[in-house]
């Protein structure tokens, strides 16, 4: 995984804005709609080449295939494992439903476009969950290598792909069939070890997704004690790292957050509560968010954070949740912050707080506003390098 020997180096926490038309086939398909595999497809590989393209000219280093071949960041994992079916609905975030007004503004917001939900009929676990073909993520993975060869032969330092957390699904695609929670998420572990690997055999960094180590605090246990969230979070780390037996502790970035939606954030958990249990992942980098405005004060807890020999922090700077573009200086004076706490420029990265359309049609930022944003960060990351005494 590379460092910022000579200069900051940007990258981004991977899902970028899907195109109109690939947003509504993705919806029509999670409503349940025949739809054409083929024009999925299509409309997959032209949005990657385009993603692609974008990230290089905004100034992206460490860029990925924007997630584009996928409806959302983890509930693709149905057609590419056994044993999901029916529906539920999770419950409201605690920090939402102590805000009624707000909900009903943020619904009547989601309801009017086209999007795939990650809340509302979400498919459970029924069966047996098992990888069914290595080809199915051998496949984006090529198409992903294929789009580099064409267009970026130089133009990332590094690629990266993402893959979810065993946890994120075990919480919010609950079980009905497993006799426990740590079976089910064993067998999550099993499964996504195919597509982990994958991802590092094919060339590219791993980042894990797990928002479930923060976010479920006010989820799945806000009515609960917060050692049990805290005993929930170590457990998932442990498959995590079971699940990463065979892959270089330096090919494989975790990032962690509170939920990439707009609202109050007011039921957060505290970063300093997770970091001991994030910390045990057997990674080489972590992403977390600093931007957001809930917990840009929390990159002190950083100095808390135990880094070996070539681990990183990829560090928030962009926020994905409104259209203000960042001034470079703002961006500057975040990354100078995080590289006075980790007490090591070279190990920080520029990134953002989370991804920017996670769920196709979700997102809240417009395309041509997201380009922007990283352009600024790019530019925020130069200023940053120049005052912190980078060489490059």
Not at 64 to 75: C, S
Not at 214 to 219: F, Q, T
Request: proline fraction near 5%; hydrophobic fraction near 40%; glycine fraction near 8%.
């Amino acid at each position: 995984m590379r460092r910022s020997d000579d200069r900051i180096l940007t990258t981004h926490t991977g899902s970028l804005p899907r195109p109109a038309a690939l947003t509504a086939l993705y919806a029509r398909r999670a409503a349940g709609e025949a739809v054409d595999d083929a024009a999925i497809e299509a409309e997959g590989r032209a949005a990657t080449r385009h993603v692609v393209r974008r990230q290089i000219e905004s100034g992206i280093d460490v860029g990925n295939n924007g997630e584009q071949m996928r409806e959302a960041f983890f509930l693709y994992v149905r057609h590419r494992m056994s044993g999901f079916g029916g529906g539920w609905s999770r419950r409201s975030f605690a920090d939402v439903a102590r805000y009624p007004g707000f909900r009903a503004w943020n619904d009547a917001l989601a309801s009017g476009r086209p999007n795939v939900s990650n809340r509302d009929n979400v498919p459970e676990a029924v069966g047996e969950v098992r990888y069914l073909d290595p080809a199915l993520v051998q496949a984006e993975c090529d198409e992903f290598q294929a789009t580099l060869r064409e267009l970026a032969p130089q133009g990332f330092a590094e690629a990266f792909m993402t893959a979810p957390s065993p946890g994120i699904i075990a919480a919010a695609m609950r079980n009905r069939h497993y006799d426990t929670e740590d079976a089910y998420l064993a067998a999550l572990g099993r499964a996504l070890q195919v597509e982990y690997e994958a991802i590092v055999g094919s060339g590219f960094l791993l980042q894990i997704d797990a928002p479930d180590l923060a976010m479920e605090r006010h989820l799945s246990y806000q009515d609960r004690p917060l050692g049990d969230f805290l005993d929930f979070a170590e457990r998932v780390v442990e498959v995590i790292n079971a699940a990463l037996a065979n892959i270089p502790r330096e090919r494989v970035r975790l990032h962690a957050c509170w939920g990439n939606y707009e609202g109050p954030h007011d039921c957060d958990v505290a970063m300093h509560e997770i970091l001991p249990a994030i910390s045990r992942a057997r990674v080489g980098g972590w992403v977390l968010p600093i931007a957001n405005p809930r917990h840009a004060h929390e990159h002190r807890c950083l100095k808390d954070l135990p880094l070996g020999d070539g681990q990183v922090v990829v560090a928030g700077v962009i926020d994905p949740l409104t259209n203000f573009v960042e001034h470079p200086e703002v961006v500057a004076e975040r990354l100078q912050l995080v590289a006075q706490s980790v007490g090591d420029p070279r190990r920080v990265l520029a990134g953002t707080d989370c991804g920017f359309d996670t769920s196709a049609g979700r997102g809240r930022v417009a395309e041509d506003i997201v380009w922007a944003k990283l352009a600024a960060m790019a530019e925020g990351a130069r200023i940053a390098s120049r005052r912190l005494g980078l060489p490059g």
